[in-house]
Nanobody, 118 residues
């Protein structure tokens, strides 16, 4: 199973970006998909997840929206009103079941860099 993230880039404060992450490989079902981020010199932190319900970090509530296209095994993160403090490498993540009777496992995608200039 692979997770491929895309959509990062350089944007001015107040701008918007949309990140995408597609899961591929031997996938029976996806329990949860989400996004984490890691800013320079800081620990990786949860941004948003989408499973039975959605969760958001307090710092992004009202500005970021997570959504999924289950037919495409893809998760999106729409980010608006971006701030310089949103600058980080964004990682997609998923808990994925690879067979009907197998276990679910955690997978990480490669990061996509988001830079917000002031």
């Amino acid at each position: 199973v692979q997770l491929q993230a895309s959509g990062g880039g350089l944007v001015q404060a107040g701008g918007s970006l949309r990140l995408s992450c597609a899961a591929s490989g031997s996938i029976f079902s996806i329990d949860v998909m989400g996004w984490y981020r890691q800013a320079p010199g800081k620990q990786r932190e949860l941004v948003a997840t989408s499973g039975g319900s959605t969760t958001y970090a307090d710092s992004v509530k009202g500005r970021f929206t997570i959504s999924r296209d289950n037919a495409k095994n893809t998760v999106y993160l729409q980010m608006i009103s971006l701030k310089p403090e949103d600058t980080a490498v964004y990682y997609c993540w998923g808990i994925i079941r690879v067979s009907r009777y197998g276990s679910s496992y955690s997978y990480w995608g490669q990061g996509t860099e988001v830079t917000v200039s002031s």
